[in-house]
């Protein structure tokens, strides 16, 4: 059994690098919440591709059983069938904390730009230099 998922060529799909301008940050927060909204896609597909493999094995159990054969190796599909059915569940609330993290970024970004937005478009279009951060706790 393969599975489909590869790991990206990065582990952060935006890296805090420490550059907190405005646009940076909300690029950021907008890559977050794509990748996170793909974990969420591949995470179901996941789990559905667990689910039917579990009710698969369980046919597969019963075969073994009508075919007389070794009770352990019906007992050992069946256990097979029980575990692939557990780790669905558990990708289950993978997926779902994916998507309530996917939600929260787009609505930290949301707010961020309600905060922010207006003042980063004041101090990109002014010709003036703006005093770096902490000039005025002087």
């Not at 919440?33 to 996941?46: H, N, P, Q, V």
């Not at 780790?87 to 949301?110: G, I, P």
């Amino acid at each position: 059994m393969s599975s489909d998922l590869a790991p990206h060529a990065s582990a952060a799909p935006a890296p805090a690098d420490g550059d907190n301008r405005y646009k940076a940050v909300q690029a950021k927060l907008n890559k977050l919440g794509k990748a996170m909204s793909d974990a969420t896609l591949e995470l179901e597909g996941l789990r559905r591709s667990m689910q039917a493999n579990a009710k698969n094995t369980e046919g597969v159990a019963g075969d073994i059983e009508n075919a007389d054969l070794d009770a352990k190796f019906v007992e050992v599909t069946n256990l097979v069938a029980v575990a692939l059915g557990g780790a669905a569940v558990q990708v289950k609330k993978l997926c779902d904390t994916a998507q309530e993290t996917c939600d929260l970024t787009h609505e930290t970004k949301r707010t961020h730009s309600k905060l922010y937005g207006a003042l980063d478009d004041i101090r990109s279009n002014r010709p003036e230099k703006t005093p770096k951060p902490g000039f005025f706790d002087r």
